[in-house]
T-cell receptor
Framework: AQKVTQAQTEISVVEKEDVTLDCVYE???????LFWYKQPPSGELVFLIR??????QNEISGRYSWNFQKSTSSFNFTITASQVVDSAVYFC??????????????FGQGTELSVKP | EAQVTQNPRYLITVTGKKLTVTCSQN?????MSWYRQDPGLGLRQIYY???????DKGDVPEGYKVSRKEKRNFPLILESPSPNQTSLYFC?????????????FGPGTRLLVL
């Protein structure tokens, strides 16, 4: 069965600290895709990144970076030099290439990040 | 601007009064879906559609209906809303139905059923 676990329910940091959000997934498929979404206090879901199961290269986008490790089934997200505007709930999600509900996303429970000035 | 729109954004209604939440996308996406978000339960798929006139149940379809008469629109219908359908609803769309396609979400609709 597919499952995404975000063990950290809430994280609180002070501005400029680095913070890592953990994501562990389970799937029996060999071809799958991992995503991160951001949900700011206004409520919308904002796409951040997509990764496929064959590409384990780390990715960096500005202050954001992602570490994908198939050996540990993890897809962790790091924010460097956090800012107050990073305060949000972050969701990790999984979809399978040939899932039986099309491109259904299986979401983790989310990690609420609070960045204090 | 490429986007998914939903209306209304906020809705308070009473038990049993039929309502429709509209969803529209301007990206010519084939795949559309509805999710609900509840505290402690996360986001769960309600219904999805792989193309016009092709819809199917997600994980929590009870109490909902959908239709896909046009590619751009995918309304969510609650024929007889109940308090347990109080939730935050998201519509999403993606280019295709395979898992590799990124789903883009609408702004959400907060529904309160009294």
């Amino acid at each position: 069965a597919q499952k995404v676990t975000q063990a950290q329910t809430e994280i609180s940091v002070v501005e400029k600290e680095d913070v890592t959000l953990d994501c562990v997934y389970e799937t029996r498929d060999t071809t799958y895709y991992l995503f991160w979404y951001k949900q700011p206090p206004s409520g919308e879901l904002v796409f951040l990144i997509r990764r496929n199961s064959f590409d384990e290269q780390n990715e960096i986008s500005g202050r954001y970076s992602w570490n994908f490790q198939k050996s540990t089934s993890s897809f962790n997200f790091t924010i460097t030099a956090s800012q107050v505007v990073d305060s949000a709930v972050y969701f990790c999600a999984l979809s399978e290439a040939f899932g039986n509900q099309g491109g259904k996303l299986i979401f983790g429970q989310g990690t609420e990040l609070s960045v204090k000035p | 601007e490429a986007q998914v729109t939903q209306n209304p954004r906020y809705l308070i209604t009473v038990t049993g009064k039929k309502l429709t939440v509209t969803c529209s996308q301007n990206m010519n996406h084939e795949y559309m879906s509805w999710y609900r978000q509840d505290p402690g339960l996360g986001l769960r798929q309600i219904y999805y559609s792989m193309n016009v006139e092709v819809t199917d149940k997600g994980d929590v379809p009870e109490g909902y209906k959908v239709s896909r008469k046009e590619k751009r629109n995918f309304p969510l219908i609650l024929e007889s809303p109940s308090p347990n359908q109080t939730s935050l609803y998201f519509c999403a769309s993606s280019l295709g139905e395979r898992g590799q396609e990124t789903q883009y979400f609408g702004p959400g609709t907060r529904l309160l059923v009294l």
